[in-house]
């Protein structure tokens, strides 16, 4: 490419790269975090009421495909979206190319159903104002056990290193 020195060349630029009209799309992505109401704290990524389970009745019940790493899975895939993990832990969809806005308003509709009706037993939990300890308590009886903590088993069995555990957890 050459050396760009005047308006209308970078104009060019972009007008030449650009697509059609009629193969415009509208692409969007949601990002969530899940966290205990009460106490603000995020969901860990074990457990009953976790990250996991959320994508697993996901699955379950919505038909998503999943796609695992090391047995863990990492992303969904329904149609033409996809959900995927972000680093912090978060939640994210990722839309299919819609023609309008208002197939994106009705994909991040439908979404934000499916998420409230897989995760009303973690809503119940913090719904009852219980305390930090009290729901603390309540997830390590139902084998809740915490991104960091998982990792810290899986560097003890040799499955995984200190070093990639510190990129993927933050304590």
Request: aromatic share 8%; net charge negative.
């Amino acid at each position: 490419m050459s050396v760009i020195e005047k308006k209308h060349e970078l104009e060019a630029y972009f007008h030449d790269a650009g697509k059609p009209r009629e193969r415009w799309r509208v692409g969007t992505e949601y990002e969530k975090v899940g966290i205990y109401r009460d106490t603000g704290q995020a969901i860990p990524y074990f457990g009953k009421r976790s990250v996991d389970f959320i994508l697993r009745e996901l699955i379950e019940r919505f038909g998503w495909e999943p796609e695992e790493q090391d047995g863990n899975i990492i992303a969904l895939t329904r149609d033409k979206a996809q959900i995927t993990l972000e680093p912090g832990g978060q939640i994210e969809l990722s839309g299919e190319p819609c023609e309008s806005i208002h197939c994106t308003y009705a994909e991040f509709d439908q979404h934000i159903r499916e998420l409230l009706e897989v995760t009303e037993r973690l809503e119940q939990l913090a719904s009852a104002k219980a305390s930090r300890e009290e729901i603390e308590r309540a997830a390590l009886a139902e084998g809740t056990r915490s991104l960091w903590a998982d990792g810290v088993a899986k560097v003890a069995a040799g499955l995984t290193s200190v070093e990639e555990l510190a990129r993927v957890c933050t304590v």
